[in-house]
């Protein structure tokens, strides 16, 4: 079946400007996980979802980030007025549960604010 | 310093050799997950260990976990150029909340 999907694939922005990502996660996966990636760094924990709910926001940098998910299914991130700091790897990761289960990641938007 | 620290940061090896990773983490786990990253976009899940075991294999690769001294290695056998990658170890605590080391930059070299 089709793995997770993000869009947009690339998203150049202007300084001050609010963007949404995107994630499509694997069907029937009722956790799904934002993270970003710096230029040649690890990843940060941004937020997780179970099912709609999101228990634990205290990962999103500030409150410019926000998070939501619906149907179970599709989520989005929103950031307003970006930063340059905010450029990164936007990466989305869906499981089947919580906990011991492996993240399937999608391929991550690439964030460029200018 | 953060959870899930991996060292080497960087290795380079012939191809055939051995490479060994390892990961250190400071709280209590429930799991302790590698993942394998190509030119830095999404990851693919490579083993998961439970903090209840001490040893895993998958093909060429070996984990081992040793909670008491809250660690972990990650074992590539035979190496191949196709196992240049980065490499993450990612350890699930409390909450459920998913964290990520910054990674070992692994280059196998023909």
């Known amino acids: 079946g089709a793995g997770v999907s993000q869009s947009p694939s690339n998203k150049v922005t202007e300084k001050g400007k609010d963007v949404e990502l995107r994630c499509d996660p694997i069907s029937g996966h009722t956790a799904l996980y934002w993270y970003r990636q710096s230029l040649g760094q690890g990843l940060e924990f941004l937020i997780y979802?179970?099912?709609?709910?999101?228990?634990?926001k205290s990962g999103l940098p500030s409150d410019r980030f926000s998070a939501e998910r619906t149907g179970g299914s599709v989520s989005t991130l929103t950031i307003q007025r970006t930063q340059q700091e905010d450029s990164a790897v936007y990466l989305c990761?869906?499981?089947?549960?919580?906990?011991?289960?492996?993240?399937?990641f999608g391929p991550g938007t690439r964030l460029t604010v200018t | 310093s953060q959870q899930g620290e991996e060292d080497p940061q960087a290795l380079s090896i012939q191809e055939g050799e051995n490479a060994t990773m390892n990961c250190s983490y400071k709280?209590?786990?429930?799991?302790l997950q590698w993942y394998r990253q190509n030119s830095g976009r999404g990851l693919v899940h490579l083993i998961l260990?439970?903090?209840?075991?001490r040893e895993k294999h998958s093909g060429r690769l070996r984990v081992t976990l040793d909670t008491s001294k809250k660690s972990s290695s990650l074992l590539i056998t035979a190496s191949r150029a196709a196992d240049t990658a980065s490499y993450f170890c990612a350890t699930t605590g409390s909450y459920q909340k998913v964290t990520f080391g910054i990674g070992t930059k692994l280059q196998v070299i023909p």
């Open positions: 260990i439970r903090s209840n075991e």
């Open positions: 979802f179970q099912g709609n709910s999101a228990p634990d």
């Open positions: 709280t209590s786990i429930n799991n």
């Open positions: 990761a869906s499981s089947l549960g919580l906990g011991s289960y492996e993240q399937y």
